[in-house]
């Protein structure tokens, strides 16, 4: 049986393309890496509808034990949609300036689920890393990745003055993502190296 090729899932937020931010810079670094790389065009960016993203990414994505998915913002708890509703455990998933309970100032639900499985959620990804800076102007803050980190556990990284990682309003190109790249360059998950997850 052919081994599955290495594949990847970049996945953007609210109001925003696939050559948002540091897409493109993360999409051309995995592909140097032998990876296959998926960047969607989520439907109706400006408001975004779990009811119309999910079957994207179900019906055309390809997961297997070789697949990263990498979120950023709203493409983050979207990425926990996906790992809730897949039948593999994947490899990676990163949530960039992610979260799982913020709203915005209308009570919208930004993608969220009513609620989330977080066992199965976990039982869905070998390695799950939460990336948060302190000072993002839309919330998704360190409080967020504390949350998912409480849920899920992984790896959280909290950064100082990173804002959102990536916004038009304030002003925040982040065309590159040196932090990510060092992430994704790791071979290993934390439980691979102390041996927790011998078979």
């Known amino acids: 049986m052919n081994k599955p090729m290495k594949n990847a899932i970049l ?38 509808d ?3 993203w999910l079957p994207v990414v179900l019906e055309q994505g390809k997961f297997s034990a070789e697949t990263i998915l990498i979120g950023h913002s709203a ?10 509703n897949i039948g593999v455990q994947i490899h990676k998933a990163v949530l960039v300036a992610g979260y799982g309970k913020l709203k915005n ?11 989330y499985d977080w066992q199965k959620i976990k039982q869905n990804v070998k390695d799950i890393i939460f990336i948060n800076s302190a000072d993002d102007p839309w919330g998704c803050n360190d409080k967020e990745g504390l949350n998912l980190f409480a849920h899920l556990g992984g790896t959280l990284i909290i950064r100082e003055g990173e804002g959102h990682m990536g916004s038009d309003s304030f002003k ?10 060092k992430l994704l360059e790791l071979k290993y998950s934390r439980s691979s190296i102390d041996g927790s997850d011998k078979k």
């Open 172 to 181: 925040q190109p982040y065309t590159n993502f040196p932090l990510l790249e």
């Open 50 to 52: 779990l009811k119309k």
């Open 105 to 115: 100032e209308n009570d919208n639900p930004l993608i969220l689920q009513d609620s």
């Open 75 to 84: 493409g983050g708890p979207f990425v926990l949609s996906i790992l809730q």
């Open 11 to 48: 996945l953007h937020g609210t109001g925003c393309t696939p050559n948002s931010y540091w897409l493109p810079s993360i999409k051309n670094f995995l592909e140097r890496n032998g990876y296959e790389v998926w960047v969607p065009l989520l439907p109706d960016t400006d408001v975004p």
